[in-house]
């Protein structure tokens, strides 16, 4: 019976590492949307065979990520502008009201995310869009965290891989945007410090509008 259990495990071990390794490259945009991946690439890039491989892109198929098409590959599906809109509208709704609720109730939060920051400053030196992009949401999701809106966060926290993806995928585009970004942040986190959630939601509000033209779309801040 143990020997049994063992042998099931191996290959769901190399089904969740190529889903890891194929996922995070979506995610960071080493495999752009658009893009054909075949599972030869990736067998090779892991050392594994095709079957692992196989089923990774089966479950990427399943959360949308890729399309399959037999005997030519997957392809990695592209963000759309709907999905862009639909994710900025929500992070409009949630960061609006949990930036202006921690300026009036926690602007200590302010010496918090000051270290966050100065990361960013790093990844934003070292040109790493990656990096940047997953610093910029741990910043965000701090303002969230603090706003002390459990279902808001869990809500928030629903978008990381969205989030995280057109991320990349806007500042490699336009390395400029991540200095912008960065000094939004600068503004939003003084204001939080001031305790002024008028401030603080005017800054947030023209940082994510920001964001939305980073990705050539328009959106209409309310």
Do not use: C, W
């Not at 926690?106 to 920051?117: K, N």
């Amino acid at each position: 019976m143990g020997g049994g259990d063992m042998g099931s495990a191996e290959p769901r071990a190399g089904k969740d590492r190529a889903y890891r390794f194929v996922k995070e490259r979506i995610l960071d945009g080493t495999y752009p949307g658009g893009g054909l991946l075949a599972e030869g690439e990736v067998a090779q890039a892991t050392g594994m065979s095709r079957t692992p491989v196989r089923e990774a892109f089966l479950l990427l198929e399943a959360e949308g990520l890729m399309r399959l098409y037999p005997k030519r590959g997957a392809l990695v599906v592209a963000v759309s502008p709907e999905e862009v809109r639909d994710v900025m509208e929500t992070r409009m709704l949630v960061e609006r009201h949990a930036v202006a609720r921690v300026a009036a109730t926690e602007p200590a939060l302010a010496r918090s995310l000051a270290p966050l920051i100065r990361r960013q400053a790093r990844l934003v030196a070292r040109r790493d869009h990656a990096g940047f992009a997953e610093a910029d949401r741990e910043f965000h999701r701090a303002i969230v965290a603090a706003a002390g809106n459990a279902i808001l966060t869990r809500l928030y926290d629903s978008l990381r891989d969205r989030q995280r993806r057109m991320g990349a995928a806007s500042v490699a585009r336009d390395p400029a945007l991540a200095e912008r970004f960065l000094a939004d942040h600068g503004e939003i986190a003084d204001a939080i410090g001031r305790g002024d959630p008028a401030a603080a939601e005017d800054a947030m509000a023209r940082h994510l509008g920001r964001a939305v033209e980073g990705a050539g779309l328009t959106f209409g801040v309310v």
